[in-house]
Nanobody
């Protein structure tokens, strides 16, 4: 499976960004796809994950109410709409996926098998 993430950049606090992750090469009928982030000097964090079969989602407490994950199965593409961005959201964001009909919360905690290159999100004034 290959993943291509895009959409990172610089934004002022309170602003919005939308990340996209295009996936290809799935062999299974179902998958979980999500976003992780890692800030300098910090552990990797599972931000949000979603299943392909039904709209089961997981959000980290730090982004609940501000970020929205979605996916377009026809395009095998996942999106992360990030609103009300804060300086602490600054990080490299990675898209990742696992084949199978799996629990998105578990996968967001444990990590996934396939990873894309990261895209940098910088929130500062």
């Amino acid at each position: 499976v290959q993943l291509q993430a895009s959409g990172g950049g610089w934004v002022q606090p309170g602003g919005s960004l939308r990340l996209s992750c295009a996936a290809s090469g799935f062999t299974a009928d179902y998958y979980v796809i999500g976003w992780f982030r890692q800030a300098p000097g910090k552990e990797r964090e599972g931000v949000s994950c979603i299943t392909s079969s039904v709209d089961m989602t997981y959000y980290a407490d730090s982004v609940k109410g501000r970020f929205t994950i979605s996916r377009d199965n026809a395009k095998n593409t996942a999106y992360l709409e990030m609103n009300s961005l804060k300086p602490e959201d600054t990080a490299v964001y990675y898209c990742a996926t696992n084949e199978g009909d799996l629990d998105p919360q578990i996968m967001c905690f444990n990590g996934m098998d396939y990873w894309g290159k990261g895209t940098l999100v910088t929130v500062s004034s």
